[in-house]
T-cell receptor
C-alpha cells in the first residue's frame, strides 16, 4: 500500500490559488490518486482523481508528474467556504481493496 | 436519492453497554467500510467488506465487530464499549468493478462512551 505524506496545515487568503502536495513514493503501477474534501462533522467528499499528467474539473486541478511519486491538488481562487481538510488517497479499490486515509491537510482560508 | 445512511447520528452511552451503529446504502454497492475519526489522527479504517458475508479488518479493529448479511447493510457493533471508543464514525460504500477509489460517505455518527 502506498503511504501518503501531506502537510498538516496550510493558510491562504480569499482569491488566491492554493496548491497542496501529496508524496507517495511507493505508488504501484495500478494505483490511482484520489483527493477528498471534508468539512467539520461531515463525511469526506470526492473532489478529483487522476492517474498521470493533469486532470481538471469544475472544482480543482490535479497535477501528476511522470514518475507519479507525488501529486498536487490545485484549488483556483479559493473562498472562505473552501476551508476544510483535504485528503490524498492512493490506490485502486478493484485492485487492492485498501482505502486508507492519511492525516490530511487542514486548509484555512482567511478573508 | 443515492445515499449512505447512518444511525444514530449522535449517541451517549456508558461503558459496557452493547450498541450497534447501522449503515445502509441504496446504490447496490459491493464495498462497504467503517472509519473512525479522532482529532489529529485523520480517518482510520476499522473494518471493510467486499461483498455479502465477506469482511476484513482494517487498521483499528479491536473492540469492534461487523456483519454483512445483506448487500445494503453493514452494521458496526460495539459489544462492550469503552471510553477510548468515543469518536466520530463514518460508513462508506463503493462499487468495486473498475472502481479506482471513489467512496461515498455517510453523515457520520458521533459516539460518546462515559
Amino acid at each position: 500500500l502506498a503511504k501518503t505524506t501531506q502537510p498538516i496545515s496550510m493558510d491562504s487568503y480569499e482569491g488566491q490559488e492554493v496548491n497542496i502536495t501529496c508524496s507517495h513514493n511507493n505508488i504501484a503501477t495500478n494505483d490511482y490518486i484520489t483527493w477528498y474534501q471534508q468539512f467539520p462533522s461531515q463525511g469526506p467528499r470526492f473532489i478529483i482523481q487522476g492517474y498521470k499528467t493533469k486532470v481538471t474539473n469544475e472544482v480543482a486541478s490535479l497535477f501528476i508528474p511522470a514518475d507519479r511519486k507525488s501529486s498536487t491538488l490545485s484549488l483556483p481562487r479559493v473562498s472562505l467556504s473552501d476551508t476544510a481538510v483535504y485528503y490524498c488517497l492512493v490506490g485502486a479499490l478493484y485492485n487492492n481493496n485498501d482505502m486508507r486515509f492519511g492525516a490530511g491537510t487542514r486548509l484555512t482560508v482567511k478573508p | 436519492e443515492a445515499q449512505v445512511t447512518q444511525n444514530p447520528r449522535y449517541l451517549i452511552t456508558v461503558t459496557g453497554k452493547k450498541l450497534t451503529v447501522t449503515c445502509s446504502q441504496n446504490m447496490n454497492h459491493e464495498y462497504m467500510s467503517w472509519y473512525r475519526q479522532d482529532p489529529g489522527l485523520g480517518l482510520r479504517q476499522i473494518y471493510y467488506s467486499m461483498n455479502v458475508e465477506v469482511t476484513d479488518k482494517g487498521d483499528v479493529p479491536e473492540g469492534y465487530k461487523v456483519s454483512r448479511k445483506e448487500k445494503r447493510n453493514f452494521p458496526l457493533i460495539l459489544e462492550s464499549p469503552s471510553p477510548n471508543q468515543t469518536s466520530l464514525y463514518f460508513c462508506a460504500s463503493s462499487l468495486i468493478q473498475k472502481n479506482t477509489g471513489e467512496l461515498f460517505f455517510g453523515e457520520g455518527s458521533r459516539l460518546t462512551v462515559l
